[in-house]
């Protein structure tokens, strides 16, 4: 079973940047998708960022333009580089990998992320 584990979040004032990265324990080489979702207090968990095998990535409107997602195959690690945060970004984030189209995802433990002057 492979892990997950993210880190990189803290607090940060408003405008700030941010980098999450999420390890796996094994080869995310040849991994369907990969990304982040995140879950504010009182909300339901929302897509973040996702990037598939291909490379090709995919934003939810809010943080266009203002997150980046990548990935490191070598280091069987994936990124989320977050600039010009924002109070509304408030929340856990959760780093996902899923292996196959058909299978469920995997998930880390989350980090909180918190924007606030």
């Known amino acids: 079973q492979v892990q997950l584990v993210e880190s990189g979040g803290g607090l940060v004032q408003p405008g700030g940047s941010l980098r999450l990265s999420c390890v796996a324990s094994g080869s995310i080489f040849r991994f369907y998708a990969m990304g982040w979702y995140r879950q504010a207090p009182g909300k339901q968990r929302e897509p973040v960022a996702s990037i598939r095998d291909s490379d090709s990535t995919n934003y939810v409107d809010s943080v266009k333009g203002r997150f980046t997602i990548s990935r490191d195959n070598a280091k069987n690690t994936v990124y989320l580089q977050m600039n010009s945060l924002k109070p509304e970004d408030t929340a856990v984030y959760y780093c996902?990998?899923?292996?196959?189209?058909?299978?469920?995802?995997?998930w880390g433990q989350g980090t909180q992320v918190t924007v606030s002057s």
């Open positions: 996902y990998a899923r292996i196959l189209p058909i299978q469920d995802n995997l």
